[in-house]
């Protein structure tokens, strides 16, 4: 038990000194008690994993392995508390467990996490494979997504951990804390609309907005290796957290693939489950469409995260800053999803698919008919880039404002300012999704 900037917390920590951390009957008893106390008086729990799996003679046999099957993982979780698992070592079996079913996983560089080591993997089946090929952090970086922050050293990770508690509350019948800021809620952002390439085509990092959108320019990005194509992150505006669901052209030119399902997914249930409002910003070409998206489960991966959308309860926003096409705009908070308010830059582009496919698509029997075929071409672009702007979806009421970009974080402290009510009180979430799975 202690304390991190003054808030209580429980902390479980491997002693790989002693028998290399493996987890003894009485070990497992003593994490098992603390956690549920932990849950019972709403603290935060760390689990600092450094530990080769459980201890061998206290599992073998059929007493003792039946004995030890409910030791820490026979309760369902639902995320009563916020869980934060960090990776400081080779962690088999037990560490892996508590990371696998944490809110938030942080791994330092150089550290192993998988089901159990080389040595019983060689044993097991005759592979052969180094502890960093089977779960080395660019694994979980790049491939597994099971990791949302990564450190150079121990020391980088604990400041990571208290980061990210920064953000979450005590507990899931808590708001989320509010850090008081100097930086004014309605300062412009002066050069957001110079974020604009000037070919559509021509990507541009999304980070860079929401940097200058949250306080202090302080963005902390879960993820941030695990399909680049969308962002998630943990800021604040107003001092109160937020949570920031983005999709960014620089990683396949914005298009969500199966992992950024999983991804928002993941997210949304967090948020969701401790209070934190949701903000979606627009920069997607739709979802990415290929024989290897197939074969991960794109139809479902998809209708998992528009689930995940109906059964989020806590305010959400929207902004489009530049593309949204397809069925990508309704899983960044777009129009007909609930939103507390839509807004849209000048820049905002929506519509079923990109202009000059669709130009071909619905045009390109008239446009090789035509005496010009170029000028006909040109003609009817034209008409579908005037229809995909925002004004009329405006006029229509489908989008509730088009903003100026440098007014982008002023309007969206007022709207979240709205969505708190007269009393500046959280919207306390009805937490349908706390006991949805970590991974999908």
């Not at 694994?139 to 604990?158: I, P």
């Not at 949250?214 to 001092?239: C, M, Q």
């Not at 489960?297 to 489009?320: E, Y």
């Amino acid at each position: 038990f202690g304390r991190l900037n003054g808030r209580a917390v429980v902390v479980h920590a491997d002693d790989a000194t002693v028998l290399a951390g493996s987890g003894g009957r009485h070990a497992m008893q003593k994490v098992k008690r603390s956690h549920e106390y932990a849950v019972q008086r709403g603290f935060p729990v760390i689990n600092l994993g450094d530990a080769g799996g459980v201890r061998m003679p206290d599992n073998m046999g059929a007493a003792n392995m039946m004995a030890m099957t409910d030791m820490n993982f026979g309760q369902p979780r639902n995320r009563q508390v916020p869980s934060v698992a960090a990776i400081l070592g080779e962690c088999y079996g037990d560490p892996s467990w508590s990371a696998a079913r944490a809110d938030i996983v942080v791994m330092v560089k150089g550290c192993t996490m998988a089901v159990s080591g080389p040595r019983i993997l060689a044993g097991a089946t005759g592979e052969v494979v180094t502890p960093e090929e089977l779960g080395g952090w660019e694994l979980h970086a790049r491939v597994t997504g099971q990791v949302d922050l990564f450190a150079d050293d121990e020391r980088q990770a604990m400041a990571q951990i208290r980061d990210v508690l920064s953000f979450l509350p005590d507990n899931a019948s808590a708001a989320p804390p509010v850090r008081v800021s100097e930086d004014p809620a309605d300062r412009a952002l002066e050069r957001a609309a110079d974020l604009i390439p000037a070919h559509a085509r021509q990507a541009f990092d999304m980070r860079r907005l929401l940097k200058m959108v949250v306080d202090d320019r302080h963005l902390l990005e879960l993820k941030p290796h695990y399909d680049p194509s969308l962002v998630t992150a943990l800021g604040r505006i107003d001092g109160h957290s937020v949570g920031l669901i983005a999709s960014n052209s620089i990683g396949n030119a914005g298009a969500m693939g199966a992992g950024a399902c999983e991804k928002a997914t993941a997210f949304i249930c967090l948020c969701d489950s401790f209070h934190i409002p949701l903000i979606g910003f627009h920069d997607s070409p739709g979802f990415f469409v290929s024989k290897t998206a197939e074969e991960r489960k794109m139809p479902l991966k998809i209708m998992t995260l528009m689930d995940a959308w109906h059964q989020s309860t806590v305010p959400r926003f929207g902004v489009i800053v530049r593309k949204s096409y397809g069925f990508s705009h309704r899983h960044l908070v777009g129009a007909q999803m609930g939103a507390d308010y839509l807004v849209a830059w000048p820049t905002a582009d929506v519509s079923f698919m990109a202009p000059e496919g669709a130009v071909e698509v619905v045009y390109g029997r008239s446009i090789q008919a035509a005496a010009d075929p170029e000028a006909e071409r040109a003609a009817r672009l034209a008409e579908i880039n005037r229809a995909n702007a925002p004004w009329e979806a405006a006029e229509r009421h489908l989008v509730d404002d088009i903003i100026d970009p440098a007014e982008t974080r002023a309007v969206l402290a007022d709207a979240l300012r709205r969505a708190r009510g007269p009393y500046n009180q959280t919207v306390m979430s009805k937490r349908y999704l706390a006991n949805w799975p970590t991974g999908f």
